[in-house]
C-alpha cells in the first residue's frame, strides 16, 4: 500500500524454535542455580527480560531441575510480571517439549 510503511513484528514466544543449541533437558536437569542463571542472562535479549525478573529466579534459588518445571502461574505467585513470567515458563515448557519429541 502506498504512504504505508511497514513494520517489522518481533517474533513471539509461540515463534520461537528451541535451536540445536539449547542444551538437553537432561544437561538442564544437571544445572546448579549460577547456571540458570547464566542461561537466562545469555537470553535476556531474545525474552525481552530486565535483570529483576532474572533476579527474581535468582532469590528463589532455581537450579535446572526446577527450572524446567516453572509455569507462568509459579513465577506470577512469586511476583514476576505477567509478560515476562508468560516468555519465561514458555521458554522451559518449549525446551521439555522439543525434548520429548525427539
Known sequence: MEG???????PSTKDREVTSTTPSVE???KWKRAD???FLQEKKEELDIDD???????DQEVAGSDFLLLSEEKL???GMSLG???????????ISD???GK
Open 84 to 94: 515476562p513470567a508468560t516468555r519465561i515458563a514458555e521458554l522451559a515448557k518449549e
Open 27 to 29: 544437561e538442564i536437569k
Open 76 to 78: 506470577r505467585s512469586i
Open 98 to 100: 522439543e525434548n520429548q
Open 52 to 58: 529483576k525478573h532474572i533476579e527474581v529466579i535468582k
Open 36 to 38: 540458570v542463571i547464566k
Open 4 to 10: 504505508v510503511e511497514s513494520t517489522e513484528i518481533a
